[in-house]
């Protein structure tokens, strides 16, 4: 196995539309002997997508925790383990004004959205099939000015833009999130969606648990630091 910070910007495994580096790509590179552990996917047109090492995934503008398989035996190890959803995955994020809850969980199913097609949505409406979608929140600090908060998110399942969905159904989407609040400005400097994957416990082949914890890149540091200045709490 072998985990990674993942920069924002960075794609985890190509989309067919687009030519661009990509984890997967750098894995494959980087590990030989393991470019062939993981599964492929078929797109529509035909198109054979290979994703070598890949056992689950974040978003492009997300940083943080991603964890690879460099043998058949640790990939059947995470798939089952994410499958039976016994990996505690944690991120931090930023989301617009001031949830007055301390904890909660969101437990809202997950389908398409009607507005647009690469969106998903929690909200009333979504058509096609909704799946079911819990996550856990815990605050960690709210600004003075109530314009944003510091939450601590543990979603149980894993649907494409969980986090982003979930928080957006709450009317407090995720800050710089240019797909489900392109009309909010960007807050504490951020020019990217203001989510981290912070830290993700597992077992190993040998059924060790693990917990490692990403540290944050600069953009998010540069975010605390105004954060100290002005909080609630």
């Keep these: 196995m072998l985990v990674v910070n993942k920069p924002a910007g960075l794609v985890v495994h190509p989309d067919g539309r687009t030519v ?3 984890v997967s790509e750098w894995f494959a590179q980087t590990y030989p002997d393991s470019k062939e552990v993981g599964e492929s996917i078929e797109k529509t047109s035909g198109e054979i997508i290979e994703r070598a090492g890949i056992v689950h995934r974040i978003d492009r503008d997300t940083s943080g925790i991603l964890l690879l398989a460099k043998t058949k035996e640790g990939y059947e190890c995470l798939k089952d383990q994410f499958k039976n959803r016994q990996i505690e995955k944690i991120y931090q994020v930023f989301v617009y004004g001031n949830i007055k809850e301390d904890r909660g969980t969101i437990n809202l199913p997950i389908g398409r959205s009607t507005s647009n097609f690469k969106q998903w949505s929690a909200e009333k409406g979504a058509r096609g099939e909704k799946r079911e979608a819990i996550t856990y929140f815990q605050i960690l600090k709210r600004a003075s ?3 944003w908060s510091f939450v601590e998110a543990k979603p149980k399942t894993g649907r494409t833009h969980q986090i982003r969905v979930h928080f957006k159904a709450i009317q407090h989407p995720v800050v710089s999130d240019k797909l489900y609040a392109p009309k909010k400005k960007g807050l ?4 990217r969606l203001a989510l981290h994957a912070r830290s993700i416990t597992f077992n190993t082949v040998f059924g060790k648990p693990m917990t490692i914890e990403a540290p944050y ?5 540069h975010a605390m630091d ?3 200045k ?3 709490n």
């Excluded at 504490?188 to 020019?191: E, I, P, V």
């Excluded at 890149?217 to 540091?221: G, M, S």
């Design 230 to 232: 002005n909080v609630l």
């Design 217 to 221: 890149p600069e953009d998010f540091q």
């Design 145 to 147: 000015d109530k314009s």
């Design 226 to 228: 105004i954060m100290d």
């Design 188 to 191: 504490l400097g951020f020019k």
């Design 20 to 22: 661009e580096p990509s």
